[in-house]
């Protein structure tokens, strides 16, 4: 699932695009949103949030999207053979006079009131890539922390009610670079902040300057210190990567981690 950085990315083309122009062609395709109007409306901007989406209107209208496992938005230019959309993976089409978004495969969609964005958003914790993360979001996520007892650590970073935006690779790589077994107990890490820092450190470094493979090529392993890499020799120490899982069925996650750099209470 695309995390916080890929969000941020997106979120930037989408503005580039489409923010501070007007629609002429809105197509949403989407059972509860198929009727909604938006031709004519202006863009303000889109807003990423964790792992959300949050385009607004000038009419005080938000469309909010969600990536999931497979989802994207891609940008083309308005009467190219890319802005057709004809495919029947497409969800969503927002175009002015010369670009156009093609949203496909999203795994959520909904027009609503920008003044009602809470309803969507409202539960989850701080986005670990917000402007005031030290000011107040750090703050609210080790509160919230706290109350997560000896919850595996690796479960906790992937709570998006704890902090927003991390999924499975700033996991894996953030408790890598403190050596620290994933599934140490949340109130036996020894220090959160750092581990988050990093985590959040690790992310905004891919949103300035990507990798040059793409996401794609990095949870198959390619510049990842852990993540994706199983059976291949760690970078630091040459134990072969192993895998785990984070969470249980049917919400479980990959979790890849160094038994030797990360050892765990009986040595692996």
């Not at 949050?54 to 802005?83: E, K, N, Q, V």
């Not at 609503?112 to 996520?141: K, Q, Y």
């Not at 040459?238 to 996650?253: K, Y």
């Amino acid at each position: 699932m695309p995390e916080g950085d890929i969000l941020r990315r997106t979120a930037t083309r989408l503005d580039e695009a489409l923010a501070g122009r007007e629609l002429v062609r809105a197509d949403l395709r989407w059972p509860t949103a198929a009727t909604v109007d938006l031709i004519g409306r202006t863009v303000l901007g889109t807003v990423p949030y964790g792992k959300h989406l949050l385009t607004r209107f000038d009419d005080g209208r938000t469309l909010h999207t969600h990536l999931r496992m497979d989802g994207s938005w891609r940008i083309a230019r308005t009467g190219s053979p890319g802005a057709k959309a004809g495919s029947p993976a497409v969800r969503a089409v927002l175009a002015n006079q010369d670009w156009t978004a093609v949203g496909e495969l999203l795994g959520m969609l909904d027009v609503l009131p920008t003044s009602r964005e809470h309803t969507l958003i409202g539960h989850l914790g701080p986005d670990v890539l917000a402007d005031d993360f030290e000011s107040a979001g750090l703050p609210e996520i080790l509160r919230r922390w706290e109350q997560q007892g000896s919850t595996p650590v690796c479960e906790v970073l992937l709570d998006q009610t704890v902090l927003a935006g991390i999924g499975t690779i700033y996991m894996a790589e953030s408790q890598f670079l403190e050596h620290l077994w994933p599934w140490t107990p949340a109130d036996r890490v020894p220090d959160p902040a750092r581990l988050i820092r990093i985590a959040r450190a690790l992310m905004q470094r891919s949103v300035l300057t990507p990798l040059p493979t793409s996401t794609g090529d990095v949870t198959r392993g390619r510049g990842s210190w852990v993540h994706g890499r199983r059976g291949e020799p760690c970078r630091r120490c040459g134990t072969p990567i192993r895998r785990g899982t984070a969470r249980r069925p049917p919400q479980e996650r990959p979790v890849f981690w160094c038994p030797r750099c990360q050892a765990g209470p009986d040595g692996h």
